[in-house]
């Protein structure tokens, strides 16, 4: 006698089907569930996705190991005699493991389950513009998202597919120290492994074949970070094309810039040059979902082509997908949520998102960039202020960076960059009054603790208020008050 669960072609009709496990699709499901509504998630890998397995959560441990490391060989500063240290690369990678198998059970099916989410672990296929076949299952669910994700995006570099090449999915894996790392890819990824690879020891070369570093980010901004890495050891070759690759003995490669007739020879070759969006082998033509190159086609409210379907992190593509965070896609599943459950007209690019860089010192930013703001604004002020005014940042000896906002001649917050010590969590304030209507004034007028990181948000938006003192109205008044005693 079969089980239910083996009963062939048994029919779902769920109020929702999530198909794909990273961190979009669970936080759909988790917050769908949360409401009591029936909902199926399907995942044919591993639960957690990219971002668990092989994104934020192991890079970001790699990289506090890496900053402890760092912190050891410059604690001389501070009086110490701990001086240079060996290093384990073999604790490092079990530091990186123990980490991932920590949360995993967060992001466990077993969890879900407990939710009241039914997990089907199997692929699953659209089979017209109402249905999908999973696991044997037919699910009929009233709406559908889609949260698949997005793999590592493998450039047309000649050679490349005669060498053995790492990747962000891959390089968590390698267990020996490299000994000459070469990056290819100057964005977030390509940076934050590059720093951290050479403070664990590694010689690292980065090739970025654009004018610069992190290009879509202000230039004044990334240059702080350049300059951190040129410091700390790391060769950059900027605007540099990649010709070819070829192998050489033991496994090295060998990589050829345009206009250099020596190639860079490593160890290891990582392959950071962005993600590409999963959409194959889903059926989407039968279920009438339209893809361009940028992925999944969504409007503002996250729809696809077919009203029925939702598709949300980083697989939606097209002008309302917005940007390709995990804090995105969990502020995209909560939309949908809106959406889907009460018909809320909630859409994408209301709420200001922060964007991170995981180097140090950090690149925090969120609205628009100078060259933004100008063009669509014409007059705008520019408000700075150097870590190194900062009393606690001196105590630490984290003075390098610092902050720029940009806002009106009336004080209305158009965007912040802030490059230094903590920027990921200092640019919260400023992400607060942008998507509340503050003004910079706003925040000059709070008390801040000192000596605090935070007071650098204060000394920027104070930065706003001064030529007011210098206003000869505001004198005379002054000087009036005097005379009155």
């Not at 669960?5 to 198909?19: A, G």
């Not at 967060?106 to 989410?117: F, H, K, T």
């Not at 699953?124 to 009233?142: C, D, H, K, M, S």
């Not at 995209?332 to 709420?351: D, E, T």
Request: hydrophobic letters at 45%; charged letters at 25%.
């Amino acid at each position: 006698m079969k089980t239910k669960k083996e009963k062939p072609d048994e029919t779902l009709r769920p109020d929702l089907c999530v198909i794909g496990a990273g961190s979009a699709g669970l936080s759909m499901a988790a917050m769908a569930a949360s409401f009591g509504v029936s909902v199926v998630l399907v995942e044919k890998g591993r639960m957690g996705g990219e971002c668990l397995q092989a994104g934020c959560v192991p890079s970001k441990a790699l990289i506090a190991a890496a900053r402890r490391v760092h912190d050891v060989q410059r604690a001389d500063r501070f009086g110490s005699e701990a001086g240079k240290t060996g290093i384990d690369f073999a604790k490092v990678h079990r530091h990186v493991k123990k980490v991932v198998a920590a949360r995993a059970p967060l992001d466990s099916a077993e969890r879900y389950r407990a939710m009241g989410v039914h997990v089907i672990e199997a692929e699953v296929r659209f089979a017209g513009t109402e249905t999908a076949l999973a696991g044997g299952q037919i699910i009929q669910a009233r709406r559908f998202v889609i949260a698949t994700g997005s793999r590592p995006a493998i450039p047309p570099i000649p050679g490349l597919e005669q060498v053995s090449f790492l990747t962000s999915e891959t390089i968590f894996d390698v267990t020996e120290m490299p000994e000459h790392l070469v990056v290819i890819g100057g964005e977030a990824v390509g940076l934050e492994l590059a720093q951290a690879y050479r403070r664990l020891g590694s010689q690292v070369t980065l090739i970025e074949g654009g004018e610069r570093l992190l290009g879509d980010e202000d230039p004044e901004m990334t240059a702080v970070i350049e300059r951190a890495l040129l410091r700390e050891g790391i060769a950059l070759r900027v605007g540099r094309a990649v010709e070819r690759i070829e192998p050489r003995e033991g496994g090295r490669v060998a990589v050829f810039l345009h206009d250099e007739p020596e190639p860079i020879e490593g160890s290891h070759l990582l392959i950071a040059a962005g993600r590409q969006p999963v959409v194959e082998g889903l059926g989407l033509d039968e279920a009438g979902i339209e893809t361009d190159a940028s992925g999944i086609v969504v409007d503002r409210r996250l729809k696809t082509t077919n009203r029925r379907v939702y598709a949300i992190g980083d697989c939606a593509g097209g002008a309302g997908a917005g940007a390709r965070f995990t804090h995105m896609a969990n502020h995209q599943a909560g939309l949908v949520i809106r959406n889907a459950l009460f018909r809320l007209p909630s859409r994408v690019g209301q709420a200001p998102i922060p964007r991170v860089l995981y180097t140090d010192p950090e690149l925090a930013a969120m609205g628009l960039t100078e060259a933004e703001a100008r063009e669509r604004y014409g007059a705008i002020r520019i408000l700075r202020w150097s870590f190194a005014e900062n009393d606690r940042a001196r105590a630490e000896g984290t003075t390098g960076g610092h902050v720029k906002a940009i806002v009106t001649p009336r004080g209305t917050i158009l965007g912040c960059m802030i490059a230094g010590a903590h920027a990921g969590e200092l640019i919260m304030p400023w992400v607060l009054a942008m998507a509340k209507g503050l003004k910079v004034s706003d925040l000059a007028g709070l008390v801040y603790p000192y000596p605090t990181f935070s007071e650098v948000t204060k000394s920027t938006a104070v930065e706003f208020l001064k030529p007011s003192a210098q206003n000869p109205w505001v004198r005379r008044v002054i000087g009036l008050l005097r005379r009155l005693g």
